[in-house]
């Protein structure tokens, strides 16, 4: 069993469980976008969030305008499929997972967040590796 913070309402439409929605909510097979980006002004030291979207700037989308006006540095990088991405995604998060976050900052994916920035240049020339060349 997963422990995790959830609102009632994501529990009643299926969203919120890490582990139902590595299996219900993901796309494995179409190209997908794996983003970072720096949260400033958490507790007057920025965090950081990593995860995973069908659409370039997905995350403009899911974040409302008064979240994602304290977003810096993002990062997209276009994927082959889902599955790839959301691998990624996990391995980051196994990865650095002592330097995970774990307060609710965003109205949701708060399991993808870190408190420092945990990327390191070999990281990042690592996803480059596995990007899509459009």
């Known amino acids: ?3 995790f913070e959830q609102k009632p309402n994501d529990h009643l439409t299926g ?3 890490p582990s139902c929605a590595e299996i219900q909510n993901r796309d494995l097979v179409t190209p997908s976008y794996l983003y970072y980006f720096r949260i400033n002004g958490v507790n007057k030291t920025p965090k950081y969030k990593i995860g ?3 659409k370039k700037y997905g995350i403009y989308d899911r974040y409302t ?3 994602y006006v ?3 540095n993002l990062k997209e990088w276009l994927l082959p499929n889902g599955k790839t991405a959301y691998e990624l995604e996990q391995h980051f998060l196994n990865k650095y997972k002592s330097d995970r976050y774990y ?3 965003l109205s949701s994916g708060n399991t993808e967040l870190f408190s420092c920035d945990v990327l390191t240049d070999e990281d990042i020339a690592y996803i480059e590796s596995l990007t899509l060349k459009v």
Do not use: H, P
């Open 1 to 3: 069993m997963t422990d």
């Open 70 to 72: 304290n977003f810096s």
């Open 52 to 54: 995973v979207t069908l």
């Open 15 to 17: 969203k919120g469980c």
């Open 65 to 67: 305008k008064e979240e």
């Open 103 to 105: 307060k609710q900052i």
